[in-house]
């Protein structure tokens, strides 16, 4: 379907051509996250793609409409890692040779696992303008067909296969939430639910840091992006041109999100839905969570992807607790007198809050010769507990003070 519009006819043509092939997702009501939001939330949960990302539809779309001599010569990408894993994966079992070229930023969870489909694998550029003109000079040199990651017809069409799943899961659908990089998901999708039903309201999200499509939209001449995102999935300078116009065309709004916002996002989703969703795919969720309000009537939010780098997930499990008072760092100035500290950690006990940490300053501290200052790090229930603790300290003759 090379140059034809995206319509909900080729839509629906691409579901049934992907078939079995793909995992018809789970959309679930989240019972937690709606009564602690006021809103009517459902989880589309295309983390649960068996490449852990809904790129999966439009790379195999994309595959099955090539013809026997392009299947031969092979096929060609740059991808910051889903939409290389999806065509790895499903070029492995078409027999159909897939060289992905990669930025040199991309975790490395996403290139190793694009290397265990069998895909050939090449970290070049450090943007996304620069990767993609170097993927197109290899396609040209390789007579491999280039599957752009998201401003292509096919794979729009692909994409909005979700659209039409989640109007057959709940048809009474009002509001659809979608991670927005280079706009393939929201294109495809927002098309399929236009035409199934107008009065859905299709609504963009984009990382502060990548935000060229939301400032097009918006009216705004999009400014220089910043490097450095935890949703480098959607990392994307510029949208496609057909993505855009769609996009222009049929959806309702445009928003973007911070990064604590997107870090709160994926601990929540995995404090309360037990699900592993990697930046991008819980931007859906952090635009709820910074206005509420966008959450009109019953609202489906896409989480897009699960493929997190376990140690960027390490370090936002650990500045998630941080921020919500369960890891706490505490400075207490105390007597430089023999048993003080065994004092200190007995209140501190008697308090219910476990010692992770305790730095003993002497040398270079700042308060009198005779007194120390005693850091610690606890574990604790929450920000009631904290201010718990430090009241007692305080009541005790301490002086003591979050650090």
Excluded: W
Excluded at 48 to 61: C, H, I, V, W
Aim: aromatic share 4%; glycine share 10%; proline share 4%.
């Amino acid at each position: 379907m090379d140059g034809e519009p995206v319509t909900l006819d080729a839509i629906k043509a691409a579901r049934t051509r992907l078939g079995s092939q793909i995992v018809l997702t789970p959309l679930a009501r989240s019972e937690t996250l709606s009564a602690q939001l006021g809103a009517d939330l459902y989880l589309k949960f295309e983390n649960q793609q068996f490449t852990a990302s809904f790129k999966e539809r439009g790379a195999l779309n994309r595959l099955l409409l090539l013809g026997d001599d392009d299947r031969a010569r092979g096929v060609t990408a740059m991808s910051a890692g889903n939409h290389a894993q999806a065509l790895a994966y499903h070029g492995s079992r078409l027999g159909i040779p897939v060289s992905i070229v990669m930025p040199r930023y991309t975790p490395n969870a996403k290139v190793e696992q694009t290397r265990v489909f069998g895909a050939e694998v090449i970290l070049h550029g450090s943007q996304f303008a620069e990767t993609l003109e170097f993927t197109r000079r290899l396609a040209q040199e390789r007579g491999y067909t280039l599957v752009h990651p998201f401003d292509d017809e096919a794979v729009i069409a692909g994409q909005g296969t979700l659209g039409v799943e989640l109007l057959e899961q709940l048809p009474d659908l009002d509001t659809v939430i979608v991670p927005v990089g280079g706009g393939g998901l929201i294109a495809g999708v927002s098309v399929a639910c236009k035409a199934i039903n107008p009065a859905i309201s299709v609504v963009g999200v984009q990382a502060e840091r990548f935000s060229a499509a939301a400032d097009l939209f918006n009216g705004r001449e999009p400014g220089s992006s910043v490097p450095g995102t935890v949703a480098e999935g959607i990392a994307v300078e510029t949208p496609g041109v057909k993505t855009l116009a769609i996009i222009r065309s049929h959806v309702d709004r445009m928003v973007t999100v911070a990064e604590h916002e997107i870090e709160a996002a994926v601990f929540k989703l995995l404090e309360v839905e037990k699900t592993v969703t990697e930046g991008a795919g819980a931007t859906a969720l952090a635009a709820v969570l910074a206005e509420p309000s966008i959450a009109v009537g019953k609202t489906a939010l896409v989480l897009s992807g699960g493929n997190i780098d376990m140690m960027i997930l390490s370090s936002v499990l650990q500045r998630g607790l941080v921020r919500t008072n369960r890891l706490v760092r505490l400075a207490v100035e105390t007597p430089d007198v023999p048993g003080s500290l065994a004092r200190l950690t007995g209140i501190l006990g008697d308090l219910d809050s476990n010692i992770v940490d305790v730095v003993h300053q002497r040398a270079f501290g700042t308060s009198s010769v005779r007194a120390t200052r005693i850091e610690f790090v606890l574990q604790m229930r929450g920000e009631e507990q904290s201010d718990v603790v430090i009241r007692t300290l305080r009541e005790a003759g301490y002086d003591a003070q979050l650090a």
